[in-house]
């Protein structure tokens, strides 16, 4: 359920969008009948919150681009001269050392490796290795049966309890309570008093406690403050990074994306709302939680003719929690998609549009054995490991608010970059150019899945 719960939430996302994309990560793998239509399509709902094809209106790029790039694919006609994803099994033997097995399909070791480079954000670097199937030793296979026999049935309990619990003092808080309906939102963020105040502490306790239950005992949490000569200047990075004030009060809490864990801290550190999948709003026990958390939910279903979109939803919560002390501070996820914690890819411009302040957060998991990153891993394989690890470790680093320039308010693209960059340098994170589409490159590639020859090459 724990799971779950982040799953839905990471879709708001990236689902397609964030925020629970889900393969061994938050976007479905490419299924052996899935066509190249279907993918180009699946790369053509990235936006700034979420991926859905129904709020185009925060898309980097239009889809009258992506359709005049793939008409040219199909008149190229170019030779795939660099097939690193061919589908095409070797006639005769094998040699096992130069070559790998991936679901009946050979690819190369060579054209492996050429792949994890252009992939590198997304490659594990665990003893677990790729997609969590690696050679371990005995001693470890010997570890995990001894966790599964013992910790994990009694962390899955206490996390379900856990959940449950909250659900309930959720239900009692909105006892006699209508949730607010507007553009096709719901939620009760406008409760006050008494039941506001137990929603949140409870949450942000409980939020916590599962951190706890998941081996997190102790997170180093810092707050970087900048000395006035290190304060970025008009010329290099257009914005401010300031102390927390009311004029400086951030709309949105921006963070880079690792793991589904991520949302867990949030909620005990801030307790923020978040951006999750319509369909959300309807599970059980979850449901009611989002709608207490103040999720703004994907619209998935056509617009109508009044309804303002995703994205005007969004930027009016973060102009209300710039403005409002007591209105719920927004969570996005602007990379879109989860990373090995190594590195920082594009940031979406969505999260940038309202033209508030925004608080950077910086998350990294060290780790010996098992990394928490949800990168090449798929989400049961991921939570069995977790819950048999003894103990997990969470550094966080909160920068000062940044507040932007008048040429960033008016160029979210700008806002995004510098933001991004500061982020990098602050946290040590080496920038990447490349997005969800080369994470879904690289899964289907692991998973055995056929590329058409047009997204190869556009991937090459």
Known sequence: MEVELATAVNDGHQSGLDSVEKSSDEAPLLSPSMGSNELEVSQQKEDGFISSEHCSEVDDLSSSQIIEDSSQWH???????????STVQKEGPVDKDAAVLRNGMIVSSEDLNDLEMKCEPYVRHDIYGTMGKGDISVWEKALIALSLLTIVPIKLILLLTILIAYYLICRVCTLFKSPLKDEGQENYSYLTGWRKSIIVCSGRFLARTMLFVLGFYWITVTHRDFHPAEKPDEDNCKGKCMPQEDSQRPGAIISNHVSYLDILYHL????PSFVAKRSVAKLPFVGLISKCLGCVYVQREAKSSNFKGVSAVVADRLRAAHFDPNAPVMMLFPEGTTTNGGFLLPFKTGAFLSQTPVQPVILKYPYRRFSPAWDTISGIRHLILLLCQFVNHLEVMWL?????????????????NNVRALMAVEGGLTLSNIGLFEKRIYHAALDGKEISDKLHDKFD
């Open 400 to 416: 000062p608010v940044y507040v932007p320039s008048e040429k960033e308010k008016h160029d979210p693209k700008l806002y995004a």
């Open 268 to 271: 005990s550190a801030s307790f």
């Open 75 to 85: 008149s190229e006609g170019t030779e795939d001269k660099a097939p690193l994803l």
